[in-house]
C-alpha cells in the first residue's frame, strides 16, 4: 500500500503533537506507513527528540518510516506560538491540504489524513469554504473534473451515523430536508459501506425529525409527508433502508445491532450518541469522494496546545480506519 498523507493543520493547534504521538506509537498500534505535509522546524520544536527526516517525494516514506518521522516539508510565514492563531500562516496551511489532496489523486498516496484546522484563520487568507469537507470535495472535482458530493461520516466502536444537514441552524433544518438529498445521502452511504467497508448488504437506519417520529403527523408532518415516502421509494430500488425511527430509542446497544449505519436529520442529532458513546475515540469520515479522507473528531484544541495534554486516540483511529478504507478499495 502506498503511504497515508498527513496534513498540517492549524499550527498553533495539537495537530503537530497527535503527528509526532502517532509516530512514536506506530510499532505499539502497528499503524501504517505516513508522512507529514508539515513544517519540520515546527514539529522539532514541539519534540525536538522525535527523529525528522525530510524527504522530497512520497514513495522516500517507506525507507525510513520504521525509525524516522518522515515529513515532506512546507515552511511557515510566522513561527507559529502554541495556542495563539496569525492568519499569516494560512496559506501554508491551505496548501498542505491540496498538495495532500493531489497526492491521493496522483496514486502517491494511498489516503489523507487531516489534522484539524481553525477556519477563522484561514477565512482572512480568502478561504471561502465552511470547513475541511467542502474545500476537499471541490479539489476532487477541480482536479478530476467529475461531480463530487462529499458526505460526513462519524465513525466509533460500534456506531457509524451521518448528519442529513450539517452546520445549519437548527430553525433551518425542517426546510432542509427533502427526498432528493434523503436519496442521495443514502446512495453514498450505501456505495461506501460496500466499497470502503466491504459491507455486502448495509442496512441504514434514519431517524426522525420530530419527536417519535412525528407520530403520523401529530407531532409535525416532516417525517410522514417527506422522510417517509423517500424512504419507501429507496426500498422499491432494492435498499436495506428503514425508518424513520424515534431518534430517542434507536441508538441504545440492542437496537444498533440491527443496522450498520444510521442517518440523523441534523448534526447533534447524529453526533451526540457516537461521542456519548466514544468521545475520545472517534473518527470523522469523508465518503463521497473519489479518495479516502479521515480526520479526527475534535477540533485544533487551541486551549492545551503545547501543555502535552492533547490525547492522540481519535488521530490515531483516523489512520487505522483510513488503512482499512484504502486496502478496501485497493481489492474492489
Known sequence: M??????????????GELTISAWNKRQEMDLPVFFALDCPKRLKTINPECPIKEIAAPEEAADIFDHTLPVLPIELSEEPKAGELNSANAKAVIESIE????????GQAAGIVTNPI??????????????HTEFIGDLCE????????PVMMLAAKGLRVVPLTVHIPLKDVPASINPEILEK?????????????????PRIAVAGLNPHAGEEGKIGVEDRDVVAPAIRSLQKNGMDISGPYPADTMFHEEVR??????????HDQALIPLKTLDFHGGVNVTIGLPIVRTSPDHGTALDIAGKAKARADSFINAIKM???????????
Open 257 to 266: 445491532t440491527g443496522y450498520d449505519i444510521a442517518i440523523g436529520m441534523y
Open 185 to 201: 445521502t443514502a446512495s453514498i452511504i450505501d456505495e461506501s459501506m460496500r466499497k470502503d467497508f466491504k459491507i455486502d448488504s
Open 99 to 106: 498538495r495532500g489532496v493531489r497526492f491521493c489523486l496522483g
Open 118 to 131: 481553525h477556519k477563522a484563520a484561514l477565512y482572512e487568507a480568502g478561504f471561502n469554504r465552511p470547513g
Open 142 to 149: 477541480e482536479t478530476t473534473g467529475e461531480n463530487t458530493v
Open 322 to 332: 483510513a488503512e482499512e478504507m484504502a486496502k478496501n478499495r485497493a481489492a474492489t
Open 2 to 15: 502506498k503511504p497515508l498523507v498527513i496534513t498540517m493543520g492549524e499550527p498553533a493547534g495539537v495537530g
